[in-house]
T-cell receptor
Framework: SQQGEEDPQALSIQEGENATMNCSYKTSINNLQWYRQNSGRGLVHLILIRSNEREKHSGRLRVTLDTSKKSSSLLITASRAADTASYFCATVFNDMRFGAGTRLTVKP | SQTIHQWPATLVQPVGSPLSLECTVEGTSNPNLYWYRQAAGRGLQLLFYSVGIGQISSEVPQNLSASRPQDRQFILSSKKLLLSDSGFYLC????????????FGQGTRLTVV
């Protein structure tokens, strides 16, 4: 069964704008990860945040984690058309479980 | 460097036929291995998870099975496919230590007709 739930399901923005995606989960975690998937391809890892961390940055990506609310957010700043993809959060405790994803469209 | 191979890329099979999807990992030892299924436009459903040879956890009781005959080989099988088995199947691996990322194969698109 899936663990995380992303919100929104779909997001459409203009190039240069920021994109924020949220993830909620239900059980304990060791870490939470965000992945990107281009249509019909495998997933690519973006960033990992441990359960004892609250915020992490990687380039134009910023991830926050609130374990008390069991939620995480992914912020992509200064978006580009090439950022168009589906984004998934994954929670890891023993195994790794994914949410339904957010479909991001960045219009040039 | 580590690589993951998953094949075939696409597969069309008739209802009732058997299935065998293979995934192999190179460049690492004792990886955690995963099989996921993704319906069109949906998230990934965890099917099987393995931490070692012969150690497989099944998440979904259905007509699929998995085996790990070698440390870096993970096989997804079915004796008789159903229409509902159609989907995009993804294999992934991660290191056995905690707090590490997973690496995905390119996936197999299975259409059962």
């Amino acid at each position: 069964s899936q663990q995380g739930e992303e919100d929104p399901q779909a997001l459409s923005i203009q190039e240069g704008e920021n994109a924020t995606m949220n993830c909620s989960y239900k059980t304990s975690i060791n870490n939470l990860q965000w992945y990107r998937q281009n249509s019909g391809r495998g997933l690519v890892h973006l960033i990992l945040i441990r359960s004892n961390e609250r915020e992490k940055h990687s380039g134009r990506l910023r991830v926050t984690l609130d374990t008390s609310k069991k939620s995480s957010s992914l912020l992509i700043t200064a978006s580009r058309a090439a950022d168009t993809a589906s984004y998934f959060c994954a929670t890891v405790f023993n195994d790794m479980r994914f949410g339904a994803g957010t479909r991001l469209t960045v219009k040039p | 460097s580590q690589t993951i191979h998953q094949w075939p890329a696409t597969l069309v099979q008739p209802v009732g036929s058997p299935l065998s999807l293979e995934c192999t990992v190179e460049g690492t030892s004792n990886p955690n291995l995963y099989w996921y299924r993704q319906a069109a436009g949906r998230g990934l459903q965890l099917l099987f998870y393995s931490v070692g040879i012969g150690q497989i956890s099944s998440e979904v009781p259905q007509n699929l099975s998995a085996s790990r005959p070698q440390d870096r080989q993970f096989i997804l099988s079915s004796k008789k496919l159903l229409l509902s088995d159609s989907g995009f199947y993804l294999c992934a691996w991660s290191r056995s230590v905690s707090n590490t990322e997973a690496f995905f194969g390119q996936g197999t698109r299975l259409t059962v007709v």
